[in-house]
């Protein structure tokens, strides 16, 4: 099955640009979709198919996607970005939804 | 807008057949647009693709659950079911249901519903 790898937490300054990545193998090769879990809270998309922005999402969620990795960044980062993030492919071989791990973002 | 609602017993025996629904309103699980999807999330763990039903009744499940997990969908009702049989104690999770958005083999979830903590014990 397809493995999705985050790194566990990000920490950054309100203000300044948090990044966060999602690993796979040739994942530029396949759409990748972002969520933003805050705590007690059902997930949220904020990036769909690489780069593109569901309606009510502010500009400064970004997506990009090359090679073995994928990218999510948050500039201008707010306290209220404060939350879990995980990246989401379809895996084609099982024909299945897969999660990556999961990165806690903390704003200092 | 459109709103999902999870419902069903927060509380399921172990090798019993925990049973949930999602009632879908502001729109249709008849729409050839959507998937309708099952997700759940152990306490303190990350996110696992259960699986999907289409309104005409065609499913595709992960293949770690496949052989316990049955997905259903009641279109006069405006609602789609999860049953997973011989549940066991790692089946303890919030289950969400979500709108599946895309193509059937590139599908993104929006909107989730608030998710249904369902607990298996004795």
């Known amino acids: 099955s397809y493995v999705l790898t985050q790194p566990p937490s990000v920490s950054v300054a309100p203000g300044q640009t948090a990044r966060i990545t999602c690993g796979g193998n040739?994942?530029?090769?396949?759409?990748v979709h972002w969520y933003q879990q805050k705590p007690g809270q059902a997930p949220v998309l904020v990036v769909y198919?690489?780069?593109d922005r569901p309606s009510g999402i502010p500009e400064r969620f970004s997506g990009s996607n090359s090679g073995n990795t994928a990218t999510l960044t948050i500039s201008r980062v707010e306290a209220g970005d404060e939350a879990d993030y995980y990246c989401?492919?379809?895996?084609?071989?099982?024909?299945?939804?897969?999660f990556g791990t999961g990165t806690k973002v903390t704003v200092l | 807008q459109v709103q999902l609602q999870e419902s069903g017993p927060g509380l399921v025996k172990p090798s019993e057949t925990l049973s949930l629904t999602c009632t879908v309103s502001?729109?249709?699980?008849?729409?050839?647009?959507?998937?309708w999807s099952w997700i759940r999330q152990p306490p303190g763990k990350g996110l696992e693709w259960i699986g999907y039903?289409?309104?005409?009744?065609?499913?595709n499940y992960n293949p770690s659950l496949k052989s316990r997990v049955t997905i259903s969908v009641d279109t006069s009702k405006n609602q789609f079911s999860l049953k997973l049989s011989s549940v066991t104690a790692a089946d303890t999770a919030v289950y969400y249901c979500?709108?599946?958005?895309?193509?059937?083999?590139?599908?993104?979830?929006?909107?989730w519903g608030q998710g249904t903590l369902v607990t298996v014990s004795s």
């Open positions: 979500a709108r599946g958005g895309g193509p059937f083999y590139n599908n993104w979830f929006d909107p």
């Open positions: 502001g729109g249709s699980v008849s729409s050839g647009s959507y998937y």
């Open positions: 039903i289409y309104y005409s009744g065609s499913t």
């Open positions: 040739n994942i530029g090769s396949k759409s």
């Open positions: 198919d690489d780069s």
């Open positions: 989401q492919v379809w895996d084609s071989s099982d024909h299945a939804g897969v």
